[in-house]
C-alpha cells in the first residue's frame, strides 16, 4: 500500500512529516539512530521458523523463539487496538504484528509518529497466522530512520493462492527512475535483483580469467593521450602540469604494453568514456572488459570466449539459453562465423571490395544514415553494416575478417591484404565481444596510426592519434598476442532481459533535470 493518495499535495505531506519529526523528538526518541545489531533477514526468519515449524520445535502456542530484524516500513494497517505492518530488507518482507497488550500501551501509541517509508528494528517471537502469512508478533521496536519524503510506493495486491504480488501505480515515470534511482531500487525488487545479477556476472568474469592464469591490472583512467578505439575523448586540463588530459577510451594501449613488459596474460575491468551520442546500447560512461594473451591469434580468442560466455551462463543463469525481448536464443558451441565483408556485399548486393568510396557514400546516404561528414571507408562500411546485417545476429556469431580500414591495431589477415584477423561477437542484434590477431609490428602501426592521423585531417573526430610511446613500446618488441574488448553492460543486458544499456547501469547519464 501507499501512503501518498493521488489528491494529496506533496508539500502537504512534506509539512506533515516534518511535524511529525518534531513529535518525534518531543517523546524523548532518536529519530536518525547510529547502529541497530539484527540477529536475522527477513528471509532467514521466516525460513528460521518454518524449518522450526516442520520440525515440531515451536512452542505449544505455535511460537518459535525471538527475533530481531531490520527494515523499512512499506505496508501499514491500523487495526484499532492492533496493527499490521510489512518491513522490507535487502533480502525481502515479513510482516509485523503490534498488539496493544504486547507491547505495552506507551510503544503502541507511539506508533503513531510511523509512517509508511520509516526505518524501523522490531523484536519478537513468530508465528502463523489464520491466513496463513508467516509473522512477528512484536514484543518491542524502536525507530531507525524517520523519513521525510514518502517513497512512491505503488498499491499492491497479493494473490491469495500463489502468493503473486502485482504493483498498480507508483513510479512508473522512467526517467525518473533513473534520476532517483535510490528510490526506484527501494520500491522494486525486480530492478535490485537485476543489479546483484550484473555483480555476479562480473565475480564470474573474473573467476573464469583468473583460471586461465591471467593477472587484473590497473591502468591510467587519466590519460595524456587517448587511443585504443575510434571514438571522440573527454578532455580535462591538469592545472599543476598545465596539459591537457583526456579520460580513456579503451585501456587497450596500456595492457598491450604491460605485454611488452613480460605480463602474458593481464586483464582490467575498467571504466571508460566516449564522447558519444545516447542510445539504447550507448552511455558515455560504461564498463569494459578487456584482456590480452601471449602467444596467441584471434581464432585462440574466439574459443576462449565461447567457453567464457558458457561458463557465465553456467554459473549466474543456471542454464545455455538467453531469453531476450521476444526471442529464446540457445547458446551452443561453436558459434557459427561469417566474413563481414561478404555478409554486407550480400545484403547490398554488391562486393563491397570493388565499391568506391563515392559508391558507399551514396548507398549510406540512401539508407539515411546519419553523422556521414568526414566518414572514410571503413566507417561507411562499418555504419552500413550496422544498418544492413547486426539486427539479424540473434544467436551468437562471430563476424570475422574486417576490412584494413576498420581495424588500425590488427594484423593483417595471412590471406588477404585487405582484411585483418579481427572478430566481433554478436548476440541479440548487438555488438558484446570484440577480439584481434594483436597488431605487432611497429613499422605497419605507424604507418596505420598515421592513416587515422590522415582522417582527422579530413574530419573524422573519432580517428585515432599518433602514440609514439605505443610504438616505441611495440620497437622493444611484443610477442605474437591475442586481444579482446568486451562490454560488461551489454553482457549484462542480455543476460537480465534488458533493453536499455540504463536499466543496467545505476546511475546513467542524464541531461541536466529542468
Same mark, same amino acid.
Given at each position: 500500500?501507499?501512503?501518498?493518495? %493521488?489528491?494529496?499535495?506533496?508539500?502537504?505531506?512534506?509539512?506533515?512529516?516534518?511535524?511529525?519529526?518534531?513529535?518525534?523528538?518531543?517523546?524523548?526518541? $532518536? %529519530?536518525?539512530?547510529?547502529?541497530?545489531?539484527?540477529?536475522?533477514?527477513?528471509?532467514?526468519?521466516?525460513?528460521?521458523?518454518?524449518?522450526?515449524?516442520?520440525?515440531?520445535?515451536?512452542?505449544?502456542?505455535?511460537?518459535?523463539?525471538?527475533?530481531?530484524?531490520?527494515?523499512?516500513?512499506?505496508?501499514?494497517?491500523?487495526?484499532?487496538?492492533?496493527?499490521?505492518?510489512?518491513?522490507?530488507?535487502?533480502?525481502?518482507?515479513?510482516?509485523?504484528?503490534?498488539?496493544?497488550?504486547?507491547?505495552?500501551?506507551?510503544?503502541?501509541?507511539?506508533?503513531?509518529?510511523?509512517?509508511?517509508?520509516?526505518?524501523?528494528?522490531?523484536?519478537?517471537?513468530?508465528?502463523?497466522?489464520?491466513?496463513?502469512?508467516?509473522?512477528?508478533?512484536?514484543?518491542?521496536?524502536?525507530?531507525?530512520?524517520?523519513?521525510?519524503?514518502?517513497?512512491?510506493?505503488?498499491?499492491?495486491?497479493?494473490?491469495? $493462492?500463489?502468493?503473486?504480488?502485482?504493483?498498480?501505480?507508483?513510479?512508473?515515470?522512467?526517467?525518473?527512475?533513473?534520476?532517483?534511482?535510490?528510490?526506484?531500487?527501494?520500491?522494486?525488487?525486480?530492478?535490485?535483483?537485476?543489479?546483484?545479477?550484473?555483480?555476479?556476472?562480473?565475480?564470474?568474469?573474473?573467476?573464469?580469467?583468473?583460471?586461465?592464469?591471467?593477472?587484473?591490472?590497473?591502468?591510467?583512467?587519466?590519460?595524456?593521450?587517448?587511443?585504443?578505439?575510434?571514438?571522440?575523448?573527454?578532455?580535462?586540463?591538469?592545472?599543476?602540469?598545465?596539459?591537457?588530459?583526456?579520460?580513456?577510451?579503451?585501456?587497450?594501449?596500456?595492457?598491450?604494453?604491460?605485454?611488452?613488459?613480460?605480463?602474458?596474460?593481464?586483464?582490467?575491468?575498467?571504466?571508460?568514456?566516449?564522447?558519444?551520442?545516447?542510445?539504447?546500447?550507448?552511455?558515455?560512461?560504461?564498463?569494459?572488459?578487456?584482456?590480452?594473451?601471449?602467444?596467441?591469434?584471434?581464432?585462440?580468442?574466439?574459443?576462449?570466449?565461447?567457453?567464457?560466455?558458457?561458463?557465465?551462463?553456467?554459473?549466474?543463469?543456471?542454464?545455455?539459453?538467453?531469453?531476450?525481448?521476444?526471442?529464446?536464443?540457445?547458446?551452443?558451441?561453436?558459434?557459427?562465423?561469417?566474413?563481414?565483408?561478404?555478409?554486407?556485399?550480400?545484403?547490398?548486393?554488391?562486393?563491397?571490395?570493388?565499391?568506391?568510396?563515392?559508391?558507399?557514400?551514396?548507398?549510406?546516404?540512401?539508407?539515411?544514415?546519419?553523422?556521414?561528414?568526414?566518414?572514410?571507408?571503413?566507417?561507411?562500411?562499418?555504419?552500413?553494416?550496422?544498418?544492413?546485417?547486426?539486427?539479424?545476429?540473434?544467436?551468437?556469431?562471430?563476424?570475422?575478417?574486417?576490412?584494413?580500414?576498420?581495424?588500425?591495431?590488427?594484423?593483417?589477415?595471412?590471406?588477404?591484404?585487405?582484411?585483418?584477423?579481427?572478430?566481433?561477437?554478436?548476440?541479440?542484434?548487438?555488438?558484446?565481444?570484440?577480439?584481434?590477431?594483436?597488431?605487432?609490428?611497429?613499422?605497419?602501426?605507424?604507418?596505420?596510426?598515421?592513416?587515422?592521423?590522415?582522417?582527422?585531417?579530413?574530419?573524422?573526430?573519432?580517428?585515432?592519434?599518433?602514440?609514439?610511446?605505443?610504438?616505441?613500446?611495440?620497437?622493444?618488441?611484443?610477442? %605474437?598476442?591475442?586481444?579482446?574488448?568486451?562490454?560488461?553492460?551489454?553482457?549484462?543486458?542480455?543476460?537480465?532481459? $534488458?533493453?536499455?544499456?540504463?536499466?543496467?547501469?545505476?546511475?546513467?547519464?542524464?541531461?541536466?533535470?529542468?
Amino acid at each position: 500500500m501507499s501512503d501518498i493518495e %493521488p489528491t494529496e499535495d506533496l508539500s502537504q505531506i512534506l509539512r506533515h512529516r516534518r511535524e511529525k519529526l518534531e513529535e518525534v523528538v518531543k517523546r524523548g526518541m $532518536q %529519530p536518525f539512530a547510529y547502529n541497530y545489531s539484527a540477529t536475522s533477514s527477513t528471509i532467514a526468519a521466516i525460513e528460521g521458523f518454518e524449518a522450526a515449524e516442520a520440525g515440531g520445535t515451536l512452542d505449544e502456542e505455535g511460537y518459535s523463539e525471538p527475533v530481531q530484524i531490520g527494515g523499512r516500513l512499506v505496508g501499514w494497517r491500523d487495526m484499532g487496538r492492533s496493527v499490521f505492518a510489512h518491513v522490507e530488507d535487502g533480502q525481502g518482507r515479513i510482516q509485523l504484528y503490534f498488539r496493544n497488550s504486547v507491547v505495552g500501551e506507551s510503544s503502541f501509541e507511539a506508533l503513531s509518529v510511523l509512517d509508511v517509508s520509516d526505518w524501523i528494528g522490531a523484536e519478537g517471537r513468530m508465528f502463523r497466522t489464520r491466513t496463513g502469512e508467516v509473522t512477528i508478533q512484536v514484543e518491542g521496536w524502536i525507530l531507525l530512520t524517520k523519513s521525510l519524503r514518502p517513497l512512491p510506493f505503488g498499491k499492491v495486491e497479493t494473490d491469495a $493462492q500463489t502468493g503473486e504480488r502485482t504493483v498498480y501505480g507508483g513510479f512508473q515515470d522512467q526517467e525518473a527512475r533513473y534520476r532517483q534511482r535510490y528510490a526506484d531500487l527501494a520500491v522494486h525488487p525486480d530492478v535490485r535483483e537485476v543489479f546483484r545479477t550484473r555483480a555476479k556476472v562480473i565475480t564470474e568474469l573474473r573467476r573464469f580469467l583468473d583460471a586461465e592464469g591471467f593477472l587484473e591490472v590497473e591502468t591510467p583512467v587519466l590519460q595524456p593521450l587517448y587511443g585504443g578505439a575510434s571514438a571522440r575523448p573527454f578532455v580535462t586540463h591538469h592545472h599543476s602540469l598545465d596539459q591537457r588530459m583526456y579520460l580513456r577510451i579503451a585501456d587497450e594501449l596500456y595492457l598491450k604494453r604491460l605485454v611488452v613488459g613480460g605480463f602474458e596474460r593481464v586483464y582490467e575491468i575498467a571504466k571508460d568514456f566516449r564522447n558519444e551520442g545516447l542510445s539504447r546500447v550507448h552511455n558515455p560512461e560504461f564498463t569494459m572488459l578487456e584482456w590480452y594473451q601471449a602467444f596467441s591469434d584471434y581464432e585462440d580468442q574466439m574459443d576462449l570466449v565461447e567457453r567464457m560466455l558458457v561458463h557465465v551462463l553456467d554459473s549466474v543463469v543456471g542454464e545455455r539459453v538467453i531469453r531476450y525481448g521476444d526471442d529464446e536464443i540457445p547458446v551452443t558451441m561453436p558459434f557459427r562465423r561469417i566474413g563481414l565483408v561478404s555478409a554486407l556485399s550480400e545484403a547490398i548486393g554488391e562486393d563491397v571490395h570493388e565499391m568506391s568510396l563515392e559508391d558507399l557514400m551514396g548507398k549510406a546516404q540512401e539508407l539515411g544514415i546519419s553523422d556521414l561528414e568526414g566518414s572514410g571507408r571503413g566507417k561507411l562500411i562499418d555504419k552500413l553494416f550496422g544498418e544492413l546485417v547486426e539486427p539479424g545476429l540473434i544467436e551468437p556469431t562471430f563476424v570475422i575478417d574486417h576490412p584494413k580500414e576498420l581495424s588500425p591495431l590488427a594484423k593483417v589477415h595471412r590471406d588477404d591484404d585487405r582484411l585483418t584477423e579481427r572478430f566481433e561477437m554478436y548476440i541479440g542484434g548487438s555488438e558484446i565481444f570484440n577480439g584481434f590477431s594483436e597488431l605487432n609490428d611497429p613499422i605497419d602501426q605507424r604507418d596505420r596510426f598515421e592513416a587515422q592521423a590522415a582522417l582527422r585531417d579530413q574530419g573524422d573526430e573519432e580517428a585515432q592519434q599518433i602514440d609514439d610511446d605505443y610504438i616505441r613500446a611495440l620497437e622493444y618488441g611484443m610477442p %605474437p598476442t591475442g586481444g579482446v574488448g568486451m562490454g560488461v553492460d551489454r553482457l549484462v543486458m542480455m543476460l537480465t532481459g $534488458q533493453t536499455s544499456i540504463r536499466d543496467v547501469i545505476l546511475f546513467p547519464i542524464l541531461r541536466s533535470e529542468e
